[in-house]
Each structure stands twice: as structure tokens, then as C-alpha cells.
Nanobody, 120 residues
Framework: QVQLAESGGGSVQAGESLKLSCVISSTIGCMGWFRQAPGKEREGVARLYPGRENTLVVDSVKGRFTISRDDAKNILYLQMDSLKPEDTAMYYC????????????????WGQGAQVSVSS
């Protein structure tokens, strides 16, 4: 059983930054960040595969969000800059065995979520 715990959420104004952290108890494969806004489906935001340099972020946050990992501490980060009101959501980190996929159903382990609220 893999355990994940997010931290770093909060309330900010548009244009400000937040950094989310996720402690993951063990490395089993791809790691990623997802978000779910009220009344909307959960969507992928960014993901990476440990040990590989390339990362993926979705177009809506490209240039503003950066995913990274501290290998020694096994912490996954999501740096969020130039936040917009439409970024308001519950943010979740997740992991799965093997390669990355955009199919949310295939992600096995999830954190409890961190609320991010952006006001205009």
C-alpha cells in the first residue's frame, strides 16, 4: 500500500504563487498531480516518471505550473505561478505502477487532496 500526503494549499489572489508538496511513501512508477473543481470532473495537471527528465503538463497550465521531485526525500512538488481564478480546485497527487498515462482510472493511489482557491 502506497501512502500519499499533500500539503501547501491555500487561498491567494490572482497572479500569486503556491507550491504544493506530496510525500509519497514508496516509488512504484509514474507520479502526477490532478485537480477537481466543484461540479467538474477530475483532470490531470502534470506528471513525471522518476529518473526521467521529461515531464508533462497540460496546456491550460503550461508555462505557469512546474512539476518536480526531490528524489532523496521522495517528495513530489507542483509549483504554481501566475495563478488564475479558474485554477481554483482540490488538488490531488497520485501514483501508479509503471508508465504514465492520461487515463485517470488507471491511477491507483491517491492523496487526500489540498484545496487551492484563487480570487480575482
Amino acid at each position: 500500500q502506497v501512502q500519499l500526503a499533500e500539503s501547501g494549499g491555500g487561498s491567494v489572489q490572482a497572479g500569486e504563487s503556491l507550491k504544493l508538496s506530496c510525500v509519497i511513501s514508496s516509488t512504484i512508477g509514474c507520479m502526477g498531480w490532478f485537480r477537481q473543481a466543484p461540479g467538474k470532473e477530475r483532470e490531470g495537471v502534470a506528471r513525471l516518471y522518476p529518473g526521467r527528465e521529461n515531464t508533462l503538463v497540460v496546456d491550460s497550465v503550461k508555462g505557469r505550473f512546474t512539476i518536480s521531485r526531490d528524489d532523496a526525500k521522495n517528495i513530489l512538488y507542483l509549483q504554481m505561478d501566475s495563478l488564475k481564478p479558474e485554477d481554483t480546485a482540490m488538488y490531488y497527487c497520485a501514483t501508479k505502477k509503471g508508465i504514465c498515462t492520461a487515463d485517470i482510472k488507471l491511477w491507483t493511489y491517491w492523496g487526500q487532496g489540498a484545496q487551492v482557491s484563487v480570487s480575482s
